[in-house]
């Protein structure tokens, strides 16, 4: 799925992400697989958005279409964050026994990060669409840090329990306003590739910004 979302070598339509999702992530089956469901449809929604652009001609009744499907996938992916900041906010590990407690704090910080990065990227395809708007931009920002703070708070789970604090991170960098935000995620990407990866990846800032040009539908 985040290959897909990243680069254009997956080409699936909005049924085969739908087999897909139903066949391999299965979602009813996960936790919190609602998640699941709304990261599956984005990377067909970035290619037809991008093919509308390409081909736009105003009024494109197809356009506004994309939008209002970006902002259902939106309202979907926010009440996952509503919900996952709850499981987050109300656990307590002395309810579970002591050899599962960690694993199960490290699931929801991740769960919850995945979900606000998952929001970050539909805001891009939003703007993209509409062009950016300071709610968004401060929506984004706003889960930027969020996803900051949860990654310093899973850093005691690495590597494995939140190797994928890593992608929360980079998309946490495109929604990041303040140079000074950028450089913390920076510092604090630096780390984890360290801790988890091994050695830290190579021009950070440049592959975000391919990343988030992509989002916007700025790669046409």
């Known amino acids: 799925v985040f290959e897909a979302l990243l680069t254009d070598k997956i080409q699936f339509s909005s049924q085969d992400w739908k087999i897909f999702n139903a066949k391999v992530l299965d979602s009813k089956y996960l936790p919190g697989g ?90 891009c395809v939003l703007s993209g669409l509409e062009g950016t708007t300071d709610w968004v931009r401060e929506e984004s920002s706003s889960w930027s840090e969020e996803i900051t703070h949860l990654s310093h708070l899973a850093t005691e789970y690495r590597p494995l329990g939140s190797m994928a604090m890593i992608l929360c991170l980079r998309i946490a960098w495109m929604g990041a306003v303040s140079p000074g935000a950028k450089r913390e995620i920076e510092d604090l990407l630096f780390d984890y590739d360290k801790a988890c990866l091994g050695s830290p990846a190579q021009s950070l800032s440049c592959d975000m910004t391919r990343a988030m040009r992509r989002f916007t539908l700025q790669d046409l």
């Not at 699941?36 to 067909?44: G, K, R, S, T």
């Not at 994309?66 to 987050?88: N, V, W």
């Open 34 to 123: 609602e998640w699941y469901d709304v990261i599956a449809a984005i990377p067909d929604l970035i290619q037809r958005s991008k093919a509308a652009l390409i081909l736009y001609d105003p009024p494109s009744l197809n356009l506004l279409n994309l939008e209002l499907e970006t902002r259902s996938l939106l309202d979907d992916c926010k009440a996952i964050i509503t919900t996952q900041r709850e499981h987050l906010e109300t656990y307590r590990p002395d309810s579970q026994p002591p050899e599962i407690a960690g694993h199960m704090h490290a699931h929801y910080l991740r769960s919850l990060g995945l979900a606000m990065a998952t929001g970050i990227i539909l805001n």
